[in-house]
Structure formats: structure tokens, C-alpha cells
């Protein structure tokens, strides 16, 4: 993974924003040589930058992933001061430990599996894939000194 030479964060401040943040991640796919932009719940791997994602099997996402697993992403604050990275890579998708992702995105965004949306999603797992994205290059930027 190549890190911007004009990033804002180094590896460790990027995870600690990704980590910090329940912003949903903007996906950014092709779909029929026509772009596709979807936002997702995600968490990050600290050491890799690697990023989780779960999204339905029928999803135009999945759908998207499976004919071309090139994606680019972007998790930014909608407020200021405005922050955040974005980046491009490549997805691997995989129904191994959906379960476990799901739950962790879960909890992460709705800070437990007790709702009924919570249930709801755990309830059809098996339905699911965990999106696991590389990236291949990643930036960070920080308006905050200007604002």
C-alpha cells in the first residue's frame, strides 16, 4: 500500500481516524461501464489498513464487486473542519466469518445487536459477503488549520 506523499496522517494517524469515526464509507464501483457509489458500514484492521465491509449477496454492489473488484473509497466528515481518506484498491469478497463481521460492523455502528435492524441483518447472515478491501494507494486530508 502506498500512502500519499501529501497525506495529512501517517498509517497510524489514518487508522486512528477510520477508528474513531462511525462515518459509513463511500464505495465507489463500476456497473455496467457506468459508476456506482454506495455507503456501507465498515471497520479497518490497524496493521494492514485492510477494510471490512458486509453487503448483501444481491446487492449491485456484490454484483459489481464480482465482475471487477477494483474500488475506490472515501470516509470524510460532512462538517467542519473537514477530514478524512480516502483511497483505491482492490475488494475480495468472501462469506467466510460473515457472521462475525456483520456483528462487528453492528455493534460498531449501532453500538449492539439488540434492535431490530440489528436482528433483522444477523437474521439473514448467510445471505451476506464480507467485502475485504486492500488499498493500493490512500490519502488523508485535514482542513482544520484553515477553518
Request: charged share 20%.
Amino acid at each position: 500500500m502506498k500512502i500519499s506523499n501529501r497525506s495529512a496522517w501517517d498509517q497510524s494517524g489514518i487508522f486512528s481516524f477510520l477508528n474513531e469515526n462511525t462515518i459509513p464509507i463511500r464505495l465507489a464501483v463500476i456497473q455496467d461501464k457506468h459508476p456506482l457509489i454506495c455507503s456501507v458500514w465498515f471497520s479497518v484492521d490497524a496493521e494492514t489498513l485492510v477494510i471490512s465491509c458486509v453487503s448483501h449477496g444481491k446487492s449491485q454492489l456484490v454484483k459489481s464487486l464480482m465482475a471487477d473488484p477494483r474500488v475506490g473509497f472515501e470516509i470524510a466528515l460532512n462538517e467542519p473542519p473537514y477530514k478524512g481518506v480516502r483511497g483505491k484498491g482492490n475488494a475480495k469478497l468472501t462469506q467466510q466469518n460473515v457472521s462475525n463481521s456483520l456483528q462487528e460492523v453492528i455493534v460498531r455502528f449501532l453500538g449492539s445487536t439488540n434492535s431490530n435492524l440489528a436482528r433483522w441483518l444477523l437474521g439473514r447472515a448467510e445471505e451476506e459477503y464480507v467485502i475485504k478491501i486492500t488499498p493500493s494507494w490512500i490519502t488523508s486530508w485535514d482542513y482544520s488549520e484553515r477553518m
